[in-house]
């Protein structure tokens, strides 16, 4: 099993700029999560999906939007890339267990908006 | 006000201490409460969960406390390779697994 991948590892863009960041789990878990991660901020949740077909604004929504295009996938598109959106980017999938309830992150992606 | 805030630290210890870390909550109805570990440049993992009782896993001990709003991990015999960030994590029952996160505590074990 690969868990969690995200694709890129390593992007760079201009601002205005637009781009998908991809995201896979192979857990057949229902739900899936995207956060970023700034220095000194903690991860912050931007959107989450309970369930295939269903989407959620997080903590910090604005300036993206997201895609839950089957049980595996869920995508995180920037439309207008911005300087503040510069970021380490984390997929995350939970596994819901009343005992031992877990979220498995992938590997990140990280952004750099110039 | 941080919803769940942690000491950054840095915590510099040398191997074989014991070292303690603490976390507040503000939200009074959050119902699950975790400990993550994350490397540098790595995503985070789940290092325990954190019950009602407290429990134990290992060299690593963690501790709630509700009336407080308080969590607490406690590792002692300290190797390097526990060296990493610390993430107190707390979940609100019902909210569809949204994790609250600590902005980490850094731990660096020295030989």
């Known amino acids: 099993n690969a868990g969690v991948t995200q694709t890129p590892k390593f992007q760079v863009l201009k601002t205005g700029q637009s781009m998908t960041l991809q995201c896979a789990q192979d857990?057949?878990?229902?739900?899936m999560y995207w956060y970023r991660q700034d220095p000194g901020m903690g991860l912050r949740l931007i959107y989450y999906?309970?369930?295939?077909?269903?989407?959620d604004k997080g903590e910090v929504p604005n300036g993206y939007n997201v895609s839950r295009l089957n049980k595996r996938e869920f995508s995180l598109r920037l439309e207008s890339a911005a300087p503040s959106q510069t970021s380490v980017y984390f997929c995350?999938?939970?596994?819901?267990?009343?005992?031992?309830?877990?979220?498995?992150f992938g590997p990140g992606t990280r952004l750099l908006v110039l | 006000r941080k919803e769940v805030e942690q000491d950054p630290g840095p915590f510099n210890v040398p191997e074989g201490a014991t070292v303690a870390f603490n976390c507040t909550y503000s939200?009074?109805?959050?119902?699950?409460f975790f400990w993550y570990r994350q490397d540098c440049r790595k995503e985070p993992k789940l290092l325990m969960s954190?019950?009602?009782s407290g429990n134990e896993d290992g060299r690593f001990t963690a501790q709630l406390n509700r009336a407080s709003q308080y969590i607490s991990l406690l590792i002692r015999d300290s190797k390097l390779s526990d060296s990493a960030t610390y993430l107190c994590?707390?979940?609100?029952?019902?909210?569809?697994?949204?994790?609250?996160f600590g902005q980490g505590t850094i731990l660096t074990v020295h030989p």
């Open positions: 995350a999938s939970r596994r819901e267990d009343r005992l031992k309830e877990t979220q498995y």
């Open positions: 857990m057949n878990h229902n739900s």
């Open positions: 999906s309970a369930s295939e077909g269903t989407t």
């Open positions: 939200n009074s109805a959050s119902q699950s």
């Open positions: 954190v019950y009602s």
């Open positions: 994590v707390v979940n609100d029952e019902g909210s569809y697994g949204k994790l609250t």
